[in-house]
């Protein structure tokens, strides 16, 4: 007896839960480099950030009696909430912060496919705004740190500064307050730009677990792109737009004027690169359609511009997007794909009156 | 150099054609039995004039075309009608069906040239009527109807398909490597009765020796023939994606090519419309791809319409011991059957014996918009299902369900293996039943 089924009776590679595989080998370098520039306290948080995850994925099936964890996105949402959180973090908030995610973002609306944000920038936000003091204390990679341990990281440094009174750019800002390593002075100096876009590239700053390192994360993004899993849209047009709106309107509260912010130190810190190719790419959360996820990523941009220079908080790419996950079923409701052969129903001739 | 294409979606699978590329036509030897199906085409079913106890000759009409949209059913052979019974075919429909024993000698009556070149696009048309002509790539939409330019349109090409987009099938690629000249004087036969400003033949570039070989003979020929080799892309084969990728047109919703100024033709219907007005031989026997990773030996086979798949799969070798499914056509569009008699009908360009191929993978829609981006016709797959999923089949048809042609690209892409294509058959037949 044959086996019947309907055509195509091929598929193609992609199936979801090795994608999701793949979203972890692709975040994997840039979380080791964390582990690498905080010590063994990060991959403490990093392990119980998934294994909350995955347990709260776990009992919350035994109610539903669907067992999910074989899709691997609870493992996914797991190892962003621990990217996200600060090395020296008390190991109750990762838990705090995953146990949200998957059970009121995710399980409460249906479960995968059915969330309404992204899970893991949600739980983030929720620890964010419950713990701040917390989820805003940092440290510096173990080679720079000399005396005090705790740091600020390059933007909430500026912002701080700003608030002061102080204006100028990135180099005359942070003099003193951040150090920098030698090679990135000396990087810098070839090229005439900030020590500080240099150390926040290759990954020597403050930051929380998975956002420092740049350079790892876009390599990681490029891995994702070219296994076909993300498009190129909307980490090119976040970032892209983002970069404008900085250059053009980002000097203004630095007092530096229009047309003269800077570009390089706030894309490769804050976790952008983080938000750009791997937050803002969430499958579930973003638009279907191209046209959409174009203009989805164009406002993660300017709403992360706008909350960076012109809101109290030094940080936006997890707010900006979340808002517009919210915004999403709307724009992909209204945002149409012209189908092939489109013709425009002709208009109902108004009937001429008597 | 950049290869012309369709602009929108598209898959690219692996295209397994290296199994049977190379192997030669050969002719099967006739079965004991035929069975031949009312039901070869698109439309109305042909009304059966034999009974039961008839003999029929080759070539013969055995039934007649039932409305414009149909086509007449000749005699594949020699013998006597044992039965009339209701079959099934690959397709899904049914109908009546002559079976057919064979006599052991069968007669060969086309071995005459005719002339054509004298003859009106008028005559040639009753010709390509009479012989049971069918578009051959699989649709199997009626050729003498395709052919007639109404009133007041104008053709301004006449586009040969050689595309074959589908994995496996190397029917039409035989054809053109084996039998340049004579596909090329169907062209001319078919350019002759629709008059076109430009006749181009489209094949895609994995087939580059066919290019070559067609622009080669059509020169050699003074024929006014532009061979446009293409970019590889799955579904170029296609009507729509092929005028697209030619010309540049597309053809507007719900209309027909005509509309964008196109006729398009099958490079297996070209040889079928030579052989009628050349020899005035009716479409009694087909080119069929054997292929798949479960059968013995792939073959390309001439083959007398309603041979049973099963003595095609014996003529092969049989099956291997992995062999799961077994799929008339394409993998990409083709019909799992699940009877292994089923007779082959003048569609039937492949047949595939293949191991398991899917997984049995499952997971709920993650929104990722992939069939989205991949759908040719500019759909939205993730809606249109949705929509049927909960019995809303008029919002799904609002959505252009209607103008979904079933390519499989959405599902071929489809990371949590949604039964998309099942979903929009579905919700296309429930739909129309509920208007």
């Known amino acids: 007896m044959n086996t019947v089924r309907t055509s195509p009776h091929i598929h193609g590679p992609l199936r979801t839960d090795k994608a ?80 949200f995610a998957i059970a009121v973002v995710k399980w409460t609306f249906g479960g ?120 190129w849209r909307i980490p090119v047009i976040y970032i892209g737009s983002f970069a404008i709106l900085s250059w053009i309107f980002g000097g203004i509260p630095y007092g530096l004027g229009a047309f003269s912010g800077e570009i390089l130190v706030p894309v490769f810190s804050g976790g952008l690169m983080l938000g750009a190719f791997f937050m803002a790419t969430d499958w579930v959360t973003t638009p279907t359609t191209p046209k959409g996820e174009i203009i989805f990523a164009a406002g993660c941009g300017f709403f992360t511009f706008l909350i960076r220079y012109f809101g109290s908080l030094p940080e936006g790419v997890s707010l900006a997007i979340i808002l517009m996950n919210i915004i999403t079923p709307t724009i992909d409701r209204f945002v149409k794909v012209k189908p092939f052969g489109y013709v425009k129903k002709p208009r109902e001739k108004k009937e001429a009156k008597a | 150099m950049k290869l012309a294409t369709f602009r929108r979606g598209g898959v690219h699978p692996d295209d397994k054609k290296q199994l ?99 003859m009106s696009g008028e005559e040639l048309l009753r010709l390509v009527r009479d012989m049971g002509i069918v578009g051959m790539g699989g ?78 003979k059509a020169a050699a020929h003074g024929y006014p023939i532009e061979v446009m080799p293409l970019k590889v892309k799955y579904p170029q084969g296609d009507e729509k994606q092929l005028i697209k990728a030619t010309i540049g047109r597309e053809v507007p919703s719900g209309k027909l090519p005509l509309d964008a100024g196109a006729v398009v033709c099958n490079m297996g219907t070209c040889n079928a419309i030579y052989e009628a007005a050349v020899y005035h031989k009716p479409l009694i026997e087909r080119v069929i791809t054997v292929s798949g990773e479960s059968i013995s030996e792939p073959k390309n086979i001439i083959a007398p319409i309603g041979t049973k798949f099963s003595d095609l799969i014996a003529y092969c070798g049989g099956e291997k011991d992995d062999a799961v499914s077994v799929v008339a056509g394409g993998p990409m569009m083709g019909f799992a059957v699940s009877d292994d008699d089923t007779p082959m009908v003048k569609g039937s360009g492949g047949l595939l014996v293949l191991p398991r191929m899917i997984d049995d993978f499952s997971a709920p829609c993650v929104l990722c918009g992939k069939c989205v981006q991949h759908c040719p016709m500019g759909l939205q797959p993730n809606k249109m299902f949705r929509n049927i999923k909960y019995g809303n089949y008029q919002a799904a048809i609002d959505l252009g369900l209607m103008d979904c042609k079933e390519c499989g690209c959405c599902a071929y892409t489809c990371p949590s293996h949604l039964p998309l294509v099942q979903g929009f058959k579905l919700g296309k037949k429930l739909g129309r039943k509920k208007k």
């Open chain 2, 20 to 118: 049977s590329k190379d192997k030669k036509l050969e002719r099967l030897p006739f079965p004991s039995e035929l069975v031949v199906s009312m039901s070869e085409h698109l439309g109305a079913p042909a009304v059966l004039t034999k009974k039961k106890g008839d003999t029929v000759t080759r070539g013969e009409v055995i039934g007649t075309a039932a409305g414009y949209i149909s086509a007449d059913v000749h005699s594949p052979a020699d013998g006597v009608v044992t039965e009339i019974r209701r079959v099934r075919v690959q397709s899904g429909a049914v109908a009546e069906a002559a079976v057919i024993r064979c006599n052991p000698e069968q007669s060969d009556p086309w071995t005459e040239k005719h002339p054509w070149r004298g």
């Open chain 1, 20 to 99: 999701m595989l793949l979203v972890i080998a692709a975040l994997a370098p840039s979380a080791l480099w964390g582990v690498w520039a905080f010590g063994l306290r990060a991959l403490l948080v990093l392990a119980v950030s998934i294994a909350a995850s995955l347990l709260t994925e776990y009992l919350l099936g035994l109610v539903s009696k669907e067992f999910t964890l074989r899709d691997y996105s609870a493992a996914v949402t797991g190892l962003l909430v621990g990217m996200n959180m600060p090395p020296e973090i008390p190991l109750y908030i990762p838990v705090i912060a995953s146990a």
């Open chain 2, 139 to 216: 649709a199997t939409f009626p050729t003498a109807v395709k052919l007639t330019v109404p009133m007041g349109k104008t053709v301004d090409a006449l586009i040969i398909n050689g595309v074959e987009c589908e994995p496996y099938l190397t029917s039409d690629y035989r054809l053109m490597i084996e039998r340049p000249d004579e596909v090329l004087e169907g062209v001319m036969i078919a350019a002759a009765i629709v008059s076109p400003k430009r006749i181009i033949i489209g094949i895609e570039a994995n087939k580059m020796d066919a290019v070559a070989l067609l622009s080669e």
């Open chain 1, 112 to 231: 995968l496919g059915c969330n309404w944000m992204n899970p893991a920038l949600a739980g983030r936000v929720f620890v964010f705004f419950s713990f701040t003091s917390q989820m805003s204390s940092f440290t510096l990679p173990r080679w720079l740190q000399l005396d005090a341990v705790s740091s600020a990281t390059p933007l909430s440094a500026m912002k701080t500064a700003v608030t002061a009174g102080a204006a100028g750019r990135s180099t005359d800002l942070l003099a003193g307050t951040i150090p920098n390593t030698d090679f990135a002075v000396a990087v810098a100096d070839k090229l005439g730009i900030s020590p500080y876009a240099v150390d926040a590239f290759f990954g020597n700053v403050g930051g929380c677990i998975g956002e420092v390192s740049s350079l790892l994360l876009l390599a990681g993004g490029i891995f994702l792109i070219a296994a076909h899993i993300i498009t």
